[in-house]
């Protein structure tokens, strides 16, 4: 099975927290949403693409819910998931459809005190990482993904959870 397309010192860093007991709001399914779901609790995904939508839901594990990101009802369907009270958001979804600002101001305003946001390609999706970096405290994580890119997968925190996170 193939990698989540985030940094591999990123991946390397997650195998490391304990996130057995852990929920995550998932923004983009894809190979991803296998390997997380390998990793947490519970997992609830949102694709706006009916291609991984569907790949997804016909082999989902067990602890995954997914669910179509509908951009006319962006900010009910993230309040829903947000109300669940995840312990992560990782943002990584198809910036053609929404924007990931927009995407990480919704979680800014809703998640909970001491939710873990995870930002992918941040040095592409500036806006989005310079909003999230003016609220929380950051650790980035530069390099090669599995595609062979170079990119920039972020962590985003507050000293609520910074013991948790180093």
């Known amino acids: 099975m193939l990698k989540p397309r985030l940094t591999q010192p990123f991946l390397d860093y997650f195998k490391k927290l304990e996130t ?21 609790k519970y ?3 949102l694709e706006d693409n009916k291609f991984w939508f569907d790949k997804v839901n ?6 995954v819910d997914i669910n179509i990101l509908d951009k006319d009802n962006l900010s009910n369907i993230f309040k829903v ?3 669940k009270k995840p312990d992560f958001v990782i943002i990584d979804n198809n910036t053609s459809y929404i924007h990931r600002f927009d ?15 995870i930002l992918d390609n941040g040095d592409v999706n500036l806006d989005a990482f310079w909003f999230l970096k003016s609220h929380y405290f950051c650790l980035d994580f530069f390099g090669k ?5 170079t990119t920039t997968t972020s962590i985003f925190f507050t000293d609520k959870n910074s ?3 180093y």
Request: hydrophobic share 35%; net charge positive.
């Open 163 to 165: 013991s948790y996170v």
């Open 103 to 117: 995407i990480a101001v919704l979680v800014h305003l809703n998640k909970k005190n001491d939710c873990i946001i």
């Open 58 to 63: 016909q082999k989902k594990p067990k602890n």
């Open 81 to 83: 998931e947000l109300e």
């Open 20 to 40: 057995k007991q852990k929920t995550c709001l998932e923004i983009g399914a894809g190979y991803s949403t296998f390997y997380f779901a390998k990793h947490f």
């Open 145 to 149: 993904n599995y595609a062979n890119e």
């Open 43 to 45: 997992l609830s995904s």
